[in-house]
């Protein structure tokens, strides 16, 4: 094969310069809003910053601090690795649920599509979140339900037994983004698997036990990284629904950062905590990968 | 050549354009063409008070045509907040509604608010007459970092009707624990709604103390004032006793009130509530034809325990460009009777007496309830405690969180006692 020599000098100069002026806004917007703010917040999670003041230069003594006397924030830990572990199961076994019932639904696809997508757009909202808090609250819409038909009304946000679980159905109500990739997913899985199998004899069980999921593991891949990740980092629901309460039962990691930062104008722990909680995800997310290579298949592999 | 040139000033302008978008605020705050200043004014509150201060604000700029105020309010849930990250940004308000106590110390610590002291002495605040104590409650190391809006007072607000059904009088204000205790009991199983709303910590804690003959923090602000942990073991279990026997409700019906306007004695489910005077009126506006009394709060000694507060204050940030504007600002609040005529009592009871005069002709019923309670503490009130340190918000975010804790029985009294103050000798000791 006749390799082509790279072109001459001519010109490149200027054109990489044209490109960088092109790219110039994403550059600097990318360094000034995402790169400095990291680093900054790694240089002052090393500091007592107190937002006006001047940092002072304390070294690990915020992340003593954290492991060794706050009890809080190993209670905002807690809570966190319980929602975060309850929550993003629910919401991938209902997403992928849905997507199969949809792949099967022919007409008005796009309508149902819309209608199940909608909670993931407005889900993360404010309003969303306070509709939740009138749901649930004593004389909410779900205790008038009960009432109506005989059964004891319960206070779902009063009691530290019970709120995390309502911001663990409103975490899983909002199933469509997952739910859109698994269609997709779905979508991609050659017709002629199924009817070869069931020519060998296969019910839509074991159908979907052995092509439908085996098929499937690199976007269930895809979506318990981007799932675990979020769930780690939810704010909205515990800000709004119960404000971290009652008896911080439901005080998440990024909740409890926040307090510190914007109410104790703690910002070098807030910072510390912040990278405590990076180092977490990415630990997570490399279990996951590392264990991917047992249960994800990609078809050219199995060549 | 020439294009490269282009390309470079392109790069500049986007460079600056992106800068400029990062410092827009000052020229938000800045002059407009025709020499009005405009101001960025922040409060928190009620609806009422919103309503109101946004009147107060067109009576002002009507006498002050070459001022323009941009208004910022919000519930007093996530006020601070929103503060602490403008200040971060130095991107504070010109003037805002400041809270004293903990909140003016830790805004004093941080040297975000300005020195009034100039203003006031060149008279573009005028608050001549003015008591010395009053005055003195917005003064942190010798600088007047706030003028009071108002004077406040903690109250005991009680439903008359439900007090009178359960046969009781309390408008002479001399009652004890032990009788808020019988009343609220007697008046839930009277009436079968609670006798009393559950006490907030944040304040009625310190309340206790003080009529007990102690100080919450020490005189120097280093850590807690009292030395008896069963104090603390006393409050938690008066409010665990009454809880027990249905005469007040537990957080779980408290974290679904929404606002002073949907409080229990607001909706007649409760027939005491112990909050500040100024809370009067929205009190009053939303309980419909509910009378509500005020008077004072439970306890042998509440001379003692009882003080007259700055409701809230004026500040202006240290950051702002117009201090002379802002100034000018409060010193029409303080001074311009239309201002109480429109808001009555709602932040306080105005704190020059000239202004209480003018208007004591043609006050609202709930202003003159306000306006004689207040006189009321005035005989029977000690000094406050201004001794506060700038952890103390934290520090009060604890206690109501122990309380909490407590109140679902997650804690013993005695477990939250000590837990308190193990946690207020760790934030101290950072």
């Known amino acids: ?303 | 050549m020439i294009k490269k040139f282009l390309i470079f000033s392109l790069m500049a302008v986007m460079l600056a354009s992106v800068l400029a978008a990062c410092s827009g605020s000052e020229e938000a705050s800045g002059e407009d063409e025709e020499g009005v200043t405009t101001l960025r004014m922040t409060w928190w509150g009620s609806q009422s008070r919103h309503d109101q201060t946004q009147e107060i604000i067109k009576a002002f700029e009507e006498e002050n045509p070459d001022i323009k105020i941009e208004s910022e309010f919000t519930g007093f849930d996530g006020y601070f907040e929103k503060m602490a990250a403008q200040a971060s940004g130095n991107n504070l308000p010109d003037i805002m509604q400041q809270n004293f106590g903990e909140y003016l110390n830790q805004y004093a610590d941080k040297e975000l608010l300005a020195d009034l002291t100039p203003l006031v002495e060149d008279g573009t605040i005028d608050v001549e007459g003015v008591s010395e104590t009053i005055m003195e409650s917005g003064k942190k190391d010798g600088k007047l970092l706030g003028i009071p809006t108002g004077t406040n007072a903690l109250t005991a607000f009680y439903n008359k009707d439900m007090v009178e059904a359960a046969g009781l009088d309390l408008s002479d204000g001399e009652w004890t624990w032990e009788e808020y205790e019988e009343y609220a009991t007697a008046i839930s199983e009277e009436t079968g709604e609670y006798g009393a709303r559950l006490m907030e910590p944040k304040n009625l804690f310190e309340y206790y103390l003080r009529e007990k003959g102690e100080k919450l923090f020490n005189e120097d602000g280093t850590g807690l004032g009292y030395e008896d942990d069963q104090l603390l073991v006393d409050y938690f279990e008066r409010n665990l006793a009454l809880e027990e026997k249905g005469a007040v409700p537990n957080y779980d019906t408290i974290q679904q009130i929404k606002g002073v306007e949907d409080e229990l004695i607001v909706r007649g489910e409760a027939a005491f509530d112990f909050r500040w005077s100024n809370q009067a009126t929205a009190l009053d506006s939303s309980a419909g034809g509910k009378p509500i009394g005020m008077t004072l709060l439970p306890g042998e000694n509440n001379d003692q325990g009882m003080y007259l507060k700055p409701a809230m204050l004026w500040s202006v940030s240290e950051s702002s460009e117009h201090k002379e504007e802002a100034a000018r600002f409060i010193d029409f609040f303080v001074n311009n009777v239309k201002v109480y005529e429109i808001g009555g009592s709602d932040r306080g009871v105005p704190i020059k007496e000239e202004i209480r005069e003018e208007l004591s002709a043609d006050l609202s019923e709930t202003d003159k309830k306000v306006f004689e309670y207040i006189e009321m503490v005035t005989e029977h009130s000690s000094p406050i405690d201004s001794n506060f340190p700038p952890e103390s918000s934290e520090i009060l975010g604890e206690l109501q969180k122990i309380d909490e804790l407590v109140m679902y029985g997650e804690l013993s009294a005695e477990e939250g006692a000590e837990q308190f103050r193990s946690t207020v000798e760790r934030v101290m000791a950072r």
């Open chain 1, 1 to 303: 094969m006749k390799v082509t020599p790279p072109n001459k000098k001519l010109n490149t100069g200027n054109k990489n310069v044209t490109g960088y002026a092109f790219i110039s806004p994403f550059l600097i917007g990318f360094f000034s809003l995402t790169i400095f703010p990291i680093l900054y917040s790694l240089y002052l999670s090393f500091t007592d910053f107190d937002m006006m003041g001047t940092p002072n230069w304390i070294g690990l003594e915020n992340y003593t601090r954290m492991f060794t006397s706050d009890p809080t924030f190993w209670k905002s830990m807690k809570v966190t690795f319980f929602y975060a572990g309850v929550a993003v199961p629910i919401r991938l076994v209902f997403a992928l649920l849905v997507a199969l019932a949809l792949n099967k639904v022919v007409e008005m696809v796009g309508l149902y599509r819309t209608l199940l997508y909608l909670p993931s757009v407005v889900g993360g909202s404010i309003a969303v979140s306070i509709m939740w808090r009138q749901l649930f609250g004593n004389d909410g819409a779900f205790n008038s339900i009960l009432a109506a038909i005989g059964l004891p009304t319960h206070s779902w946000l009063g009691d530290p037994g019970t709120a995390i679980w309502t911001l663990i159905v409103l975490y899983g109500w909002q199933f469509g983004s997952s739910m859109l990739i698994f269609l997709a997913g779905l979508r991609n899985i050659p017709k002629t698997f199924y009817e070869a199998s069931s020519v060998d004899g296969a019910g839509p069980i074991r159908q979907f036990f052995i092509i439908t999921i085996p098929l499937l593991t690199p976007v269930i891949l895809f979506n318990t990284i981007m799932q675990v990740i979020q769930g780690f980092m939810a704010f909205t629901p515990s800000f709004v629904v119960t404000n971290g309460g009652p008896v911080n039962s439901t005080l998440l990691y990024v909740l409890y950062m926040y307090q510190r930062a914007f109410e104790y104008f703690d910002m070098g722990y807030a910072s510390a905590m912040a990278w405590v909680m990076l180092v977490i995800i990415a630990i997570f997310t490399a279990l996951i990968f590392k264990s991917s290579e047992h249960w994800v298949h990609y078809e050219s592999d199995t060549k």
